[in-house]
Antibody, heavy 120, light 110 residues
Framework: EVQLVESGGGLVQPGGSLRLSCVGSGFTFDTYAMTWLRQVPGKGLEWVSLISLSGAAIYYADSVKGRFTVSRDNSRSTMYLQMDSLRVEDTATYFC?????????????WGRGTLVTVSP | QSVLTQPPSASGTPGQRVAISCSGSRFNIGNNHVYWYHQVSGAAPKIVMYRNDQRPAGVADRFSGSKSGTSASLAISGLRSEDEGDYYCAAWDDSLTGWVFGGGTKVTVL
């Protein structure tokens, strides 16, 4: 069974940093692009970042560009999201998802998410 | 303001057919595939349609998808209580170089 488990969320002050992890199991991790998405409580879904199989190609939403850094360690079947200069508006549940390469089979599946709260 | 436009709500009685629209532009839906996700309150979203009209394994054939020009649609026939929740459309946007989502449509089974 394909599983994704996010961790690293928590409470942080504005301007602070946090690093999220996403561990994949049940599939060959290094043969899939991986994606971070987020959802503000009570609001819709927002794409955050996409990383290719090897990590050579990376894309970010404008809202996080220059502040967030995505990376992956295929030997550990893990993707990371380093979040710096955090803002109150970054408060959300962060999901990782398998896939996301354009034209592919979509984000499938998603992890259960980890909550990031940015507050003074 | 979402890049893709969806109606905020849709409803139907059990057994009825419900259709959800998703409108975009030539940069996203007009030039790329559309994907649909279903989210039940508090849970992780699940994919119900990919590449416009392809059903993932395990998704009931009551779900169907279509795309024409810069718009797409997800239809649910034979509506059931477990179909309730929020449905989101998504597409790659060539101008923004990223994925864009609709604001979501809340489906209620009356």
């Amino acid at each position: 069974e394909v599983q994704l488990v996010e961790s690293g969320g928590g409470l942080v002050q504005p301007g602070g940093s946090l690093r999220l992890s996403c561990v994949g199991s049940g599939f060959t991790f290094d043969t899939y692009a991986m994606t971070w998405l987020r959802q503000v409580p009570g609001k819709g879904l927002e794409w955050v970042s996409l990383i290719s199989l090897s990590g050579a190609a990376i894309y970010y939403a404008d809202s996080v560009k220059g502040r967030f850094t995505v990376s992956r360690d295929n030997s550990r079947s893990t993707m990371y999201l380093q979040m710096d200069s955090l803002r109150v508006e970054d408060t959300a549940t962060y999901f990782c998802a398998k896939g996301g390469w354009f034209g592919g089979p979509g984000f499938d599946p998603w992890g259960r998410g980890t909550l990031v709260t940015v507050s003074p | 303001q979402s890049v893709l436009t969806q109606p905020p709500s849709a409803s139907g009685t059990p057994g009825q057919r419900v259709a959800i629209s998703c409108s975009g532009s030539r940069f996203n839906i007009g030039n790329n595939h559309v994907y649909w996700y279903h989210q039940v309150s508090g849970a992780a979203p699940k994919i119900v349609m990919y590449r416009n009209d392809q059903r993932p394994a395990g998704v009931a054939d009551r779900f169907s998808g279509s795309k024409s020009g810069t718009s797409a649609s997800l239809a649910i026939s034979g509506l059931r209580s477990e179909d309730e929740g929020d449905y989101y459309c998504a597409a790659w946007d060539d101008s923004l170089t990223g994925w864009v989502f609709g604001g979501g449509t809340k489906v209620t089974v009356l």
